[in-house]
């Protein structure tokens, strides 16, 4: 019974390991990312609050248009010429109604309504540069773990050229420089293994950082970048002013045209309608009955400003010229993206070509690696070809995996173009 008990205890915590072992470990697919950022990414999360804080400020024009109301009451104590000192309450409510204030209004509803689209472009370009920044770690921290899978492999290799160095030795084939020559290059291979775990350790403190994980979280992801050819993304364009850097300068220009138009309108007047009820103390008015110190008022107010020393015609110019300046750099900043678009397809397209020619290479590589250690078997070959074959084969391995890294490094820039 007390061996039974303790199987169950060990069958128990063997569990929990393994559901805390779980814990730790988090699968992480390229397709996860856009939706992980929105939901954990904290500068994301705040460019979304600053959209909404501005769409909060929208709806002015009608508001304008809505009654004010205003209320003033306390009490004060006071002495006015002969009269002895006094203690009286003042109080006044007032209402106030715009009727007509020369358009202003309305361009301040279209000042808003353009802030809303500038904070809406700021979050689309903040999400699209988080977005791009964990692609490329992303994809770094595969390229890392697809080399230290090619070095391990080569290191297998070598501890089999080495055994048979060692063999050949023994029935005096070789020299000791044989077995030197493999146990120098095993430790080459285990010191740029070491290296390359340890930057990949790094690298993934930069990945879970977008998403506020914990230090202690290991992410899982494919051991191998995938070669992959979209054809469909390579025919997508920017529609016009939709990239987020366009769309800033053009809500910027926007908003810089409907405040120099509120300053051209300078002097147009504005009319109000008003009533309220005012209580006086002694102090204002000369009643000692407070009943006669009270009044309602009801009437119609018409201002108009006749001259501001240029002020507003001055402002009116700049703003206008802000306005074009803003313009003109939109539309360069249009053909820029759109040359970035260009040479991320060209790139892209370049890459595709590049990586089947990389697995003809290998393919070829390791053919002669394997007639190399042949004829190593036979006594044609000695160590130093068989190290030279091998080394050739590991760069081919490396270069086709830096151009598949490349060609997702591109992708990555033609997705952040098109914002997607």
Do not use: C
């Not at 769409?55 to 009654?67: A, D, E, I, M, N």
């Not at 997508?236 to 850097?245: A, G, L, T, V």
Request: aromatic share 8%; hydrophobic share 35%; glycine share 4%.
């Amino acid at each position: 019974m007390q061996r039974y008990s303790y199987f169950i205890l060990l069958v128990v915590l063997s569990f929990m390991a393994i559901q805390e072992t779980k814990a730790d470990v988090v699968e992480l697919k390229f397709e996860d990312l856009p939706k992980l950022l929105q939901e954990r990414n904290q500068a994301v999360q705040g460019v979304q609050l600053s959209v909404q804080a501005s769409q909060k400020r929208t709806g002015h024009l009608v508001r304008s248009y809505l009654p004010t109301l205003s209320l003033e009451a306390g009490g004060e104590h006071f002495q006015t010429g002969s009269y002895s000192a006094e203690t009286a309450p003042y109080a006044f409510l007032e209402t106030r109604l715009n009727l007509f204030r020369g358009g202003k209004d309305a361009l301040e509803e279209n000042i808003r309504q353009s802030q809303v689209g500038l904070t809406q472009a700021q979050a689309q370009r903040a999400l699209t540069e988080e977005l791009t920044d964990a692609r490329k770690t992303y994809w770094t921290l595969i390229f890392q773990r697809e080399l230290v899978q090619i070095l391990k492999e080569a290191l297998q290799e070598n501890e089999k050229n080495l055994a048979s160095a060692k063999k050949r030795i023994q029935r005096g084939l070789a020299t000791d420089t044989d077995q030197v020559d493999f146990e120098i290059n095993r430790d080459v291979l285990q010191e740029e293994i070491s290296s390359l775990e340890h930057e990949n350790e790094l690298t993934q403190i930069k990945l879970r950082s977008f998403f506020s994980w914990a230090d202690e979280k290991l992410i899982w992801t494919p051991s191998l970048i995938p070669h992959d050819h979209d054809e469909a993304l390579l025919h997508m364009q920017i529609p016009q002013d939709s990239h987020p850097e366009v769309a800033q300068f053009k809500a910027n220009s926007e908003i810089s045209l409907n405040q120099g138009d509120q300053a051209h309108r300078w002097w147009l007047p504005s009319v109000d309608v008003y009533a309220g009820y005012y209580l006086y103390t002694l102090r204002d008015r000369d009643y000692v009955d407070m009943s006669r110190r009270d009044d309602l008022v009801a009437g119609i107010r018409f201002s108009l400003s006749l001259f501001d020393g240029f002020q507003s015609k001055t402002l009116a110019s700049s703003l206008s010229l802000q306005a074009e300046g803003l313009d003109s750099q939109a539309r360069q900043k249009e053909k820029v993206i759109q040359a970035k678009l260009k040479i991320a397809k060209e790139e892209i397209k370049h890459h595709h070509e590049l990586t089947h020619i990389a697995e003809d290479r290998i393919q070829k590589g390791g053919k002669y690696l394997s007639q190399t250690l042949s004829e190593y078997g036979r006594g044609v070959k000695n160590s130093p070809d068989v190290l030279g074959a091998l080394q050739r084969q590991i760069s081919f391995k490396r270069r086709y995996a830096e151009i598949k890294r490349d060609y997702q490094l591109f992708k990555t820039d033609l997705l952040g173009l098109l914002n997607r």
